[in-house]
């Protein structure tokens, strides 16, 4: 039964659906906006009803040409309202690989990125925001959560 007092005025808050990735090397996995200073986690917003790991493995392909399974999240971060919509940021895990796994990123004009590259974690806090370094350095010492769909587990 739906409830119309909670369907009403739904809130307003965006779900950021984010991608921790790295090499063997343990190098991350970081996109290059050009609509932001320093680089980010790759990812981005679910769309309405989407299943958020399905949301990150969509931009995550769409932005590096990886197709990885995400099972668990490794960090969750509340961003309250600035210039955008609050938002809830997931962290998906996504896992190790191969130090010569290639990247495939659109042109810019279609993606709005300038690239993709793997960073030395020593190099991050020079690449990045503080807000989004401390959010890659949490997800880095989280250990993962699984992800559930109406209480199962995702597949």
Known sequence: MRDP??????PVC??????????R???VLL??????????LPGGA???NEPPHLAAARHLHAETGLHLRLS???AVDFTPADRYLERLNLVFDGGTVRDETRLSVPPQHRSGLLGARFVPVNDLPGCTAPAQFARIT????GCALPVLLH???AA
């Open 5 to 10: 007092r909670l369907l009403a005025k739904p």
């Open 14 to 23: 965006r779900l950021g659906c984010l991608v921790l990735v790295r090499n």
């Open 25 to 27: 090397r343990g190098d």
């Open 31 to 40: 996109v290059d906006p050009d609509y932001m200073d320093g680089m980010i």
């Open 46 to 48: 679910a769309k309405p």
């Open 72 to 74: 668990g999240i490794v």
């Open 138 to 141: 949490e997800a880095l010492a």
């Open 151 to 153: 209480g199962q587990r």
